[in-house]
């Protein structure tokens, strides 16, 4: 029976992870029985912190090793705590502290802008420097309550109101979280996919399995410029390859049916949905878009490379269905640009330019949903950076970095 190393000392941890990973012949040891003690978790993102971990406790055990971050986002406040959650009110915070933190920031907050949400990353990695890290996420969607309800769970389960439950993650029986929970979405995903990571090859650049390609998602408000960039990108990478949507709006007249969209009718686009054909799909401004599942899974099982360019909707359906994805998320450099950008491709009415750009804040809000952040200030350097995120090299560009947070500050006012 293989051994893997769990990067934690946490006993419920061990005990969940470990019975579903037991079917495929799989042993979980916490680091603790090798005495190893974490590392500072200094990573922007939970995906830092995850890979962080695990390839910690590889290196320091020689195994294979498994790890998870989590934590809580919540809008009104930037997506913070994120991964500062447990350290939310300083270092050797309790839970009790970090949750009072956390309601007083939220002090006098109307409640349909406390929506907030739970995440989890598990990383598992063959060896430290194992270049095809295995990622399984999960997100728990719900809101702040404004007293602490309940005595079960921890962390910010007393305060955290599950999406369509009346009881909070603390009121909740044991069985019902864990079905339901972030960690749990994870976990499932890790172990439907376990047969095929275990035994993998060991070929291929980072978060592939086997000889399968990438799949980048791109995001970003309405004149951001994310469509010359990603334009600009293949350009400059012919290997990668866009996944071409389908959507009811009408055809512009610089636009070529099959390279920009799919143009298709209402009705068309309607039995699409009801045969499950697509991947994903939102209406945006009173038209649908969507991208087919079929040509995606095609070119990844070839091992091609594709970026989908799509709106943050679409992004949160393609990350729950394929978790080991990367995806990005284009801000402009302040709302001016983005207005002056929407008028200036004389495209749209003056009626649907103010709609996108009223929209815009709303879209914008979204950016901590988003593994990296690339600010399109300029042009040459977006590009640039898309392109360090594609080759493995974009750590710098995690969402979550500290010198965000003036810019969001502005573009959210």
Same mark, same amino acid.
């Given at each position: ?257 099959? &390279? ?94 103010? &709609? ?58």
């Amino acid at each position: 029976m293989k051994r893997i190393v769990l990067a934690s000392g946490n006993t419920g941890k061990l005990r969940e992870i470990g019975a579903l990973l037991a079917p495929y012949g799989l042993t979980l040891l916490p680091q603790s029985a090798f005495g190893i003690t974490p590392p500072p978790e200094t990573g922007t993102t939970f995906l830092d912190n995850a890979l962080l971990k695990a390839r910690y406790a590889a290196r320091a055990t020689g195994l294979p090793a498994l790890a998870d971050d989590s934590g809580i986002e919540v809008d009104a406040l930037l997506g913070r705590p994120g991964v500062h959650s447990a350290r939310f009110a300083g270092e050797g915070a309790s839970d009790e502290d970090n949750l009072r933190k956390l309601l007083a920031e939220l002090e006098g907050v109307p409640e349909e802008r406390r929506q907030a949400r739970y995440q989890c990353v598990i990383a598992w990695v063959r060896r430290h420097d194992d270049p095809q890290p295995a990622i399984a996420r999960g997100t728990w969607e719900g809101r702040i309550v404004r007293a602490p309800r309940g005595s079960g769970g921890f962390g910010y389960d007393p305060i955290f109101l599950p999406a369509g439950s009346r009881r909070t993650a603390a009121e909740l029986d044991p069985a019902e979280k864990n079905a339901a929970s972030h960690r749990a979405q994870a976990l499932r995903t890790l172990a439907s996919d376990a047969r095929a990571l275990f035994g993998r090859s060991s070929a291929g650049p980072p978060g592939r399995s086997g000889n399968r390609g990438r799949l980048y998602v791109l995001a970003a408000p309405s004149g951001a410029g994310k469509t010359s960039l990603v334009r600009a990108v293949l350009t400059r990478m012919p290997a990668l390859q866009l996944s071409v949507s389908h959507t009811t709006r009408p055809q512009r007249p610089t636009e070529v049916p099959g &390279r920009e969209y799919y143009f298709v009718t209402v009705a068309e686009f309607e039995r699409m949905v009801s045969e499950g054909c697509f991947l994903e799909h939102a209406r945006v401004f009173d038209n649908y878009y969507g991208t087919a599942r079929a040509p995606v899974e095609e070119k990844l099982a070839r091992g091609k490379d594709v970026v989908l360019e799509i709106d943050w909707q679409g992004a949160r359906q393609v990350r729950a269905a394929m978790p080991s994805c990367l995806t990005v998320f284009v801000l402009p450099p302040s709302r001016a640009s983005l207005e002056e950008r929407l008028r200036g491709r004389a495209t749209d009415s003056a009626e649907v330019i103010a &709609r996108r750009l009223r929209d815009a804040v709303s879209d914008m809000s979204r950016w901590n949903e988003f593994d990296y952040v690339v600010v399109n200030d300029d042009f040459e350097r977006a590009v640039a950076d898309l392109m360090r995120i594609m080759e493995g090299r974009g750590e710098a560009l995690a969402a979550g970095r500290p010198e965000l947070a003036p810019l969001l500050e502005r573009l959210l006012a």
